[in-house]
């Protein structure tokens, strides 16, 4: 509806101003494809006199006709499994779409009320969730993609490229002239570590490293104490991968990095980044992965067939 003397005016009205039909206002306003004809004067006519009276369409109507919500929705347990800087480049190629981005925090045992209610047109999730949200999901039909969990095989997936990223890291120490790696792994609930691991251990010896050492910081009460007394005593390590929070171990690094030769490899997390001299950060492109994320829901959304998996590759500075 819009405004004329302080009052509102219904779309008939629009009609009668305009000289034409309801349904062809509708039709204009809610930009539809219908059987409902009109040509380009028409158009012309009606949306001089909406702008004349500073007309809005209003979300709600436009939505209920499209038989859309004009919504996408972030399915969350843990918030810090998105991306930090993730948020602005979703919103903005959401737009495009005429969508706009919810968050809803799952909490356990329960189905989630943009589930229950059919409130969203799709939904992103960035962590491994419970099987019986996953489940609500399929049995409702509710469009979704995976991004960076463990359900990185699905047509509906993006996944980063953890095994390129692991070849990256080796490829860099052997450059520097290193043989004598250390990794540092993070959590081993997530898929990647696991991953990268793998990848170290089957690709060290076409790069002519020695066996590297792994630091599992599980196993340790005060990490950042046993890593520094790991790199302080073992003076054969020189070059380090930190795959976990790598501000804990920043100043046995700085300390040593002083004392001797070494290479350094980080994970860009967007929360602490460990930057030293000649360290190399690795981080994905976010406005890269928040716009494959909006096109590849919107593909599911529209009845196609899923393009996935698809990979994101790390980049490096």
């Known amino acids: 509806m819009l405004m004329i003397m302080n009052r509102k005016v219904k779309i008939s009205e629009i009609a009668r101003l ?19 004809r009109y040509s380009e004067k028409t158009y012309g006519r009606v949306m001089e006199i909406v702008e004349r009276y500073g007309y809005r369409p209003n979300r709600t109507s436009r939505n209920l006709s499209r038989q859309k919500h004009g ?18 480049f979703i919103l903005n190629q959401a737009e495009n779409y005429g969508q706009i981005l919810n968050l809803e925090h799952v909490r356990k045992g329960t189905v989630p009320n943009c589930i229950r209610e059919n409130a969203t047109d799709g939904i992103m999730i960035f962590e491994d969730l419970e099987e019986s949200i996953i489940s609500s999901l399929d049995n409702f039909r509710i469009p979704h993609v995976h991004i960076n969990n463990s359900r990185r ?22 450059k520097s002239g290193r043989k004598n790696p250390l990794f540092v792994l ?15 251990l089957e690709k060290f010896k076409s790069y002519g490293l020695n066996e590297p050492v792994f630091f599992d910081f599980t196993e340790y009460q005060d990490k950042a104490s046993a890593f520094e007394h790991l790199i302080a005593g073992d003076k054969s390590i020189d070059a380090v991968f930190l795959g976990d929070d790598s501000m804990d171990y920043r100043k046995s690094l700085d300390l040593e990095m002083n004392r001797r030769e070494m290479t350094v490899a980080s994970i860009g997390s ?13 981080e994905i492109d976010q406005q890269n992965l928040g716009a494959m994320a909006v096109d590849l829901l919107n593909r599911v959304i529209s009845g196609s067939a899923p393009n996935g998996p698809l990979r994101i590759t790390y980049n490096n500075k």
């Open 18 to 36: 305009s000289g034409v039909s309801a349904p062809v206002v509708s039709c204009i306003l809610g930009n539809r494809k219908t059987s409902t």
């Open 71 to 88: 919504s996408i929705t972030i399915l969350y347990s843990d918030f810090y499994q998105i991306p930090l800087n993730i948020f602005n």
């Open 153 to 174: 095989y699905l047509p509906n997936s993006i996944t980063y490229d953890e095994e390129g990223l692991a070849a990256s890291v080796l490829e860099k120490f052997v």
């Open 186 to 200: 993070g959590s081993p609930v997530f898929y990647w570590n696991d991953i990268r691991k793998k990848t170290f």
């Open 270 to 282: 967007g929360f602490s980044t460990y930057v030293c001299h000649g360290c190399q950060c690795y």
